[in-house]
């Protein structure tokens, strides 16, 4: 009788395998075989007022959770409910729980106890690696761009996705694609540097790295790109300050690298920043949001307001009159979801009044509904909502991944100068005395693991050395002891100094300096670092210095003295052992620097595409930069050659192919970084004095040469004429190929023709 049963159920499986019978679906944004559109409009239309209202809003961790601390370890069943309800919410944040199990019981209320079944959006940070407890951190992001390598930076934001994911998180709030133009922004270590074209491939490169081959796969989230936009040269250098630009340059540059991340990377996110944009709150610009965002550049993912940023309408701007009046504005420019700006119950009832006294439509309510429910059946919420809780086990924090750390640290170090080669340090070198807490330092920079340290400098060098070198450690000044106590730190440092072989002095920023918040008025290092690095320099040893910074920073004095300088940013977690790899000869240091080095806070605003007429010239210092935009030597050298451009004359839709060959002149294998700059030497607009427009990273042998490609595409060249049309202009261009902006090799000209 069993054997017939069976048989029945199997001869009934193939049966309905064969005449096609399908699930039935009690409604049709239910069923994944529809498209993600069709879908969405199906359920908009089943929902009432509140249920959408509330897909517009965030909610913190706290909310479902007894949270003690930064990460969540249990959810409650009871605040699970009191904040879903049976409408459901569109996201929580600030949650960053420590297994999927506890997003797995919030997605299975959501889907089983409310209406509708509308799964949460789980949104977390991890700009340089998820900032949840036990993460892999990988070295801010303007360390990253040091390395000039697109594909390290894929490969990053693969590991973040995939350490994020398996924690049941959707969504990154990143990457930052602010210019910053103005360094004394505290948030400068958290961008890609100064060049709208390195920045727009790290961009895009971060961006799929994040979003994966499929976003419903358990390596992908959603990426979110900020901030939306021209965020990075606020006045003064203060965040969230006021940006005063127009729309030529704002396009040219600052909104260039926002289109690559949304047109090439696919972006599904988007955050609208703080700052007001030639008059108007950026989550209240239309032109921005819906005009260039979404019509221009085929936008299809969804709009999130800057922590607070709505409500600054109110209290800052002064351009709303109310919570209404604010809401109606943001959400009929083109946001989607506010991020902590009002209570939820008042913005309940500030959303309900602006719909009834329709200073908001429905058919703006319902858009913005619309794109935040796409990116929810987009990441396969609906159809998957669960994440396998064994998945971390095996993807978090893995050797792999650290062992990606280590190397984007090591990528990302620029040696400044090595007079008299001092690095790497001689097989002679048997003790080393290195000076300043900051060689103690554990920080991994803004947006981190808090809970998780990095390897510190001074433990790196223990660990590389071994029993074969003495690490001697000073802290040479303490920055809470009295000024009278100051003498006693140095004279023990300068005792050290004297009996060692070799000396490394850790310089830069401390965590009370640098970071979201932390604008500077001044670059320079403070007085208690000057005063040791002077006289350390005083013994006549020879010195090597460490930068441990978030930003550039005005070092006049010690460029003009110190032999050799390392820039090492904040590494990451393995930034201690890499910069030992450097300092020791492990490895060869091939970092070129992101953005511009000034003399003095003064010249800010200075980088190195600026037009011609903008002009650094003071009659109280030198008017160059104290280190250029592309500069960072080796332990090696290369000789460029044979430029060859081909063709020489190009048709205003065509691409042009560049080679050049680059040797190691040198003894030691090393890896170039050649750059590829353009100049437009006569155009309707005025056009920056250099543009850089390629680069490509080339390792060498002793005596080996390689031939490098540029692919320069029309596109590149064009310009937002009088017309504010971007067209592509028939002239010459300069081409330049060198080691640096300030350190050109070869030299040629291409035409364009009609």
């Not at 307001?305 to 420019?333: C, E, P, R, V």
């Not at 060869?588 to 037009?611: A, D, E, M, V």
């Not at 050659?641 to 040797?663: C, E, F, Q, R, Y």
Request: charged content about 20%.
């Amino acid at each position: 009788m069993r054997l017939k049963n069976s048989l029945l159920i199997i001869l009934l499986i193939a049966c309905c395998s064969f005449t096609g019978i399908k699930h039935v679906y009690k409604y049709p944004y239910q069923n994944p075989a529809m498209p993600v559109d069709a879908r969405v409009a199906d359920l908009v239309s089943r929902m009432t007022l509140i249920e959408k209202i509330k897909q517009l809003d965030m909610f913190e961790g706290k909310t479902v959770s007894d949270m003690q601390g930064h990460d969540a370890n249990s959810v409650s069943a009871e605040k699970i409910k009191q904040t879903l309800g049976t409408t459901g919410i569109g996201s929580i944040h600030d949650f960053y729980p420590l297994s999927a199990e506890l997003t797995n019981q919030i997605q299975k209320y959501a889907t089983n106890n409310t209406r509708l079944g509308i799964p949460v959006l789980f949104i977390e940070e991890g700009l340089h690696g998820y900032s949840g407890l036990g993460s892999t951190s990988f070295p801010v992001p303007i360390a990253l761009s040091t390395a000039w390598d697109t594909v390290l930076i894929h490969k990053i934001g693969h590991v973040i996705a995939t350490e994020m994911r398996a924690h049941g998180i959707n969504m990154i709030l990143g990457p930052v694609l602010c210019l910053p133009r103005d360094p004394r922004w505290g948030r400068t270590e958290e961008t890609y540097g100064e060049d709208p074209y390195l920045d727009a491939l790290n961009g895009v490169a971060m961006v799929k790295g994040l979003q994966g081959r499929k976003l419903t796969d358990n390596d992908a989230v959603l990426a979110e790109p900020k901030h939306f936009a021209v965020h990075g040269i606020p006045e003064a250098g203060s965040n969230i300050a006021a940006v005063n630009i127009g729309e030529r340059e704002a396009r040219s540059s600052f909104l260039y690298v926002f289109e690559k991340a949304v047109k090439q990377g696919g972006a599904l996110g988007m955050m609208a920043a703080y700052s007001e944009m030639d008059g108007i709150p950026c989550v209240d610009n239309e032109w921005l949001l819906k005009n260039v965002l979404r019509k221009e550049w085929g936008f299809k993912g969804f709009v999130l307001s800057d922590l607070g940023a709505i409500k600054m309408t109110l209290n800052s701007h002064h351009t709303a009159a109310n919570a209404s009046d604010a809401l109606a504005q943001t959400f009929s420019a083109g946001m989607d979801m506010q991020f902590y700006d009002f209570p939820h119950d008042d913005f309940i009832a500030a959303m309900k009044l602006a719909i009834q006294n329709k200073s908001l439509s429905m058919v703006d309510l319902n858009r913005a509904v619309s794109d935040v429910l796409r990116v929810k059946f987009k990441l396969g919420l609906f159809d998957n909502p669960y994440i396998n809780p064994s998945l971390t086990s095996k993807v978090f924090h893995s050797q792999q991944n650290q062992d990606l750390a280590l190397q984007a640290a090591r990528e990302g170090i620029c040696l400044l100068k090595n007079d008299q080669h001092i690095l790497p340090l001689s097989s002679n070198v048997h003790s080393i005395a290195v000076i300043g807490p900051l060689a103690k330092s554990t920080y991994l920079g803004g947006y981190s693991n808090n809970d998780d340290k990095a390897i510190s400098i001074l433990d790196g060098l223990k660990q590389r050395a071994g029993n074969s070198i003495n690490i001697g450690y000073e802290t040479g000044y303490a920055i809470d002891s009295a000024a009278n106590l100051q003498a006693d730190y140095l004279k023990k440092a300068v005792e050290l100094v004297n009996h060692s072989d070799a000396t490394v002095v850790v310089l830069g920023e401390d965590i009370k300096e640098v970071g979201e918040g932390k604008d500077r008025s001044n670059l320079e290092i403070n007085n208690l670092q000057k005063n040791l690095i002077e006289t350390i320099y005083k013994t006549g040893k020879p010195v090597t210095v460490i930068l441990s910074n978030g930003r550039p920073l005005c070092i006049n004095w010690v460029a003009k003295n110190i032999p050799s300088i390392v820039e090492a940013w904040f590494s990451g977690e393995k930034g201690g052992l890499a910069v030992a790899d450097i300092l020791l000869g492990n490895y060869n240091p091939s970092g070129k620097l992101p953005i511009t080095f000034p003399r003095s806070t003064g010249q800010i605003p200075f980088y190195y595409n600026h037009k011609p007429s903008s002009r650094h010239i003071y009659v109280d210092q030198d008017s160059t930069a104290l280190f250029n935009f592309g500069h960072g030597l080796s332990y090696t050298t290369f000789a460029y050659s044979d430029l060859h451009i081909s063709p020489l004359k190009l048709p205003v839709n065509g691409t042009a192919t560049i080679t050049v060959t680059i040797k190691n002149t040198g003894n030691v294998e090393g890896t170039e970084v050649a750059q590829l700059y353009i100049r437009d030497v006569l155009s309707s607009v005025t056009t920056p004095v250099q543009s850089l427009k390629g680069f490509s990273r080339i390792s060498l042998k002793p005596g080996e040469s390689g031939t490098i490609t540029f692919n320069l595409n029309t596109e590149e060249l064009a310009v937002w004429n009088r017309q504010m049309k971007h067209v592509v202009e028939p002239g010459e261009f300069k081409i330049m190929v060198g080691s640096a902006s300030d350190d050109i090799r070869q030299n040629g000209s291409l035409y364009v023709v009609k």
